[in-house]
C-alpha cells in the first residue's frame, strides 16, 4: 500500500471516528440537552463561525496546502505568511461581525442571544484562521496522519466536555458555544508543539511582494469556488431561518448531517488527493478516476443503506427530531452523486485550473438559492432537501464534463484505467494478506488464482 492508500486509510477512518462517534457524541448531546430550538440556535451560532472564517480565509489554506507539495515556497516562508495574513483578515472579520450585529439580522444568528461569553467566543476567529492555514502547509507536506490527530483531538475533547455538562445538567446554548470556540485554541497548540517551524526561522523568512501576489492571485481563484461551494452547502441554513425560525434550523441540522454522512469516503479521498495529484502529473489522472469511481460506488452502497437504517437510528438516538427524516430521505441522491465532485474537483485544482471549479460552483450556488426560495415556503425543509440534491447533481454533472475536457480522456482510456482497478484490488488484498501473515496459496505472484 503506497502513501496515497496509507494516508486515505488513515483519513476514512479518521473521519468515521469524526462522523460516527465523536460527531454523533456531540449531535445528541446538544439535541437532547438544548432541545429543538436550543440546537438551532447553537447551529447557528457555530455557522457565523465558520461562516466568517470561510468567507475571510480568502483560499490561502488550500494555496499553502497546493504551493507546499509543489515546493515553491519553504514552510517557514508560508508560515511567515500565514501570521502576516492573519491579522488584516481578522480586522475586516470583526468589522463585518460588528456591522451584522447594528443590523440586528436575527435570520443570520439570534442577536438576542449573544450574550458576553458568546461575544468573547467570537474572538477565537483569528484563531481559527492560523489553524486553517497552518493545517494547509500539514497537508502539503503529505501530514496527513498529523492533521488527522489534530481534528479527533481537540473535537474528542468537545464532545467530551459537552457529554460532563449535560449530565451535570448545566449545558446550555452559550456554554455550548464557548466550548466551540475553545475547541479551536486546542487545535493551534497542537499545531504550534507538532509541526510549526522554529520561530527563528519564520523570523529570518522573507517572502517579496511579487512572491505574496502570487500566493494571493492562486488563493483568489481557489476561493471563489470555496465561497461558492460553502454556501451552496450551508445558505438553505439561513434560509430556513429566515422564513422558518431557529426551530426548523435544528431539525434540518440533523437532516444534513446524518444525510452527509455518506460523503465520508469521497472527503476522504479529496483530503488526501490534492498534494499527491500536484506532485504527480503523469499519472494525475488515472489516480483521480480510480479514485472517483472506487468512492462513488462505495457511496451508492452507503447510500442504500443510509436511506435503510437511517430513519430508525435518528428516531431512536433524537425522538424530537423525527422531523428531520423525511428531508434525509430527500437528500441522499444528491448526496451520493455529489461524491464524484468531491473527488474530481480536487484533480482540476491540482494541475492549476482551480477556476473551474468556482464557475462549477457558483452555477450549484445559484440553483440552490432559487430553489430554495421557491421550494422553502411551500414545503419548508423538504423544500430546502429538494433545492440541495438539485443543486449537488447539476454541480457532479458540470464537474464530470469539465474533467473530461480537461484531461482529454478518452473512452477507450477511461475503460482501461476502470479495467485495471480489478488488478489493483487483487495486489492490495495479496499484500494484505501477507502482511497479515495468511498464507497465499494462489499460483504466480500476483495474487490471481
Known amino acids: 500500500m503506497g502513501i496515497l492508500g496509507r494516508n486515505f486509510l488513515h483519513t476514512a477512518v479518521s473521519n468515521f471516528i469524526l462522523k460516527f462517534g465523536i460527531g454523533l457524541v456531540i449531535a445528541v448531546v446538544?439535541?437532547?440537552?438544548?432541545?429543538?430550538?436550543?440546537?438551532?440556535?447553537?447551529?447557528?451560532?457555530?455557522?457565523?463561525?465558520?461562516?466568517?472564517?470561510?468567507l475571510f480565509n480568502f483560499g490561502v489554506p488550500g494555496t499553502n496546502t497546493y504551493f507546499t507539495a509543489q515546493?515553491?515556497?519553504?514552510?517557514?516562508?508560508?508560515?511567515?505568511?500565514?501570521?502576516?495574513?492573519?491579522?488584516?483578515?481578522?480586522?475586516?472579520?470583526?468589522?463585518?461581525?460588528?456591522?451584522?450585529?447594528?443590523?440586528?439580522?436575527?435570520?443570520?444568528?439570534?442577536?438576542?442571544k449573544l450574550t458576553a461569553p458568546i461575544v468573547a467566543s467570537l474572538g477565537i476567529i483569528p484563531i481559527v484562521f492560523y489553524a486553517q492555514f497552518a493545517q494547509g502547509i500539514i497537508v502539503g507536506e503529505n501530514k496527513i496522519s498529523l492533521n488527522n490527530y489534530i481534528s479527533l483531538s481537540s473535537q474528542g475533547a468537545l464532545a467530551v466536555a459537552l457529554t460532563i455538562l449535560c449530565f451535570l445538567g448545566s449545558l446550555t446554548v452559550t456554554i455550548a458555544i464557548a466550548l466551540y470556540a475553545l475547541s479551536f485554541l486546542l487545535a493551534l497548540a497542537f499545531i504550534i508543539g507538532a509541526s510549526s517551524p522554529p520561530l527563528a526561522d519564520v523570523l529570518k523568512s522573507r517572502m517579496r511582494w511579487s512572491e505574496y501576489g502570487e500566493l494571493l492571485r492562486f488563493s483568489g481563484t481557489i476561493h471563489i469556488g470555496n465561497l461558492a461551494q460553502f454556501f451552496n452547502y450551508r445558505l438553505d441554513a439561513f434560509i430556513v431561518s429566515y422564513f422558518l425560525g431557529t426551530a426548523a434550523v435544528g431539525l434540518y441540522s440533523y437532516s444534513k448531517m446524518f444525510g452527509e454522512t455518506v460523503w465520508l469516503l469521497s472527503t476522504s479521498m479529496a483530503a488526501?488527493?490534492?498534494?499527491?495529484?500536484?506532485?504527480?502529473?503523469?499519472?494525475?489522472?488515472?489516480?483521480a478516476v480510480k479514485a472517483a469511481v472506487a468512492t462513488f460506488s462505495v457511496s451508492v452502497i452507503a447510500g442504500l443503506a443510509a436511506f435503510i437504517v437511517g430513519p430508525t437510528i435518528i428516531v431512536f438516538l433524537l425522538p424530537a427530531f423525527e422531523g428531520s427524516v423525511v428531508p434525509f430521505l430527500i437528500l441522499l441522491p444528491g448526496v451520493v452523486i455529489f461524491s464524484i465532485t468531491n473527488v474530481l474537483a480536487t484533480y482540476i485544482t491540482a494541475i492549476g485550473r482551480p477556476g473551474h471549479n468556482a464557475?462549477?460552483?457558483?452555477?450549484?450556488?445559484?440553483?440552490?438559492?432559487?430553489?430554495?426560495?421557491?421550494?422553502?415556503?411551500?414545503?419548508?425543509?423538504?423544500g430546502a432537501a429538494i433545492a440541495s440534491g438539485i443543486s449537488y447533481t447539476v454541480s457532479s454533472i458540470l464537474t464530470l464534463v469539465v474533467f473530461w475536457r480537461l484531461s482529454a480522456m478518452s473512452g477507450s482510456e477511461f475503460t482501461a484505467i476502470v479495467k485495471s482497478m480489478s488488478t489493483d484490488f487483487r495486489s492490495m488484498v495479496t499484500r494484505m494478506k501477507q502482511r497479515a501473515g495468511i498464507n497465499d496459496h494462489s499460483s504466480g505472484s500476483t495474487g490471481t488464482p
Do not use: N, W
Open 71 to 112: 515546493k515553491k515556497f519553504s514552510r517557514a516562508q508560508l508560515t511567515r505568511a500565514s501570521i502576516v495574513l492573519t491579522v488584516p483578515i481578522t480586522i475586516v472579520s470583526f468589522l463585518v461581525l460588528y456591522l451584522l450585529y447594528e443590523l440586528r439580522l436575527d435570520f443570520l444568528f439570534p442577536t438576542g
Open 272 to 287: 488526501v488527493l490534492l498534494p499527491t495529484l500536484a506532485g504527480q502529473h503523469e499519472k494525475s489522472k488515472q489516480i
Open 30 to 54: 446538544t439535541g437532547r440537552a438544548l432541545g429543538v430550538e436550543g440546537r438551532g440556535e447553537y447551529f447557528l451560532l457555530g455557522l457565523v463561525i465558520t461562516t466568517i472564517t470561510t
Open 359 to 382: 464557475a462549477i460552483a457558483f452555477i450549484s450556488f445559484l440553483f440552490t438559492v432559487i430553489f430554495d426560495i421557491l421550494f422553502i415556503p411551500r414545503y419548508g425543509i423538504s
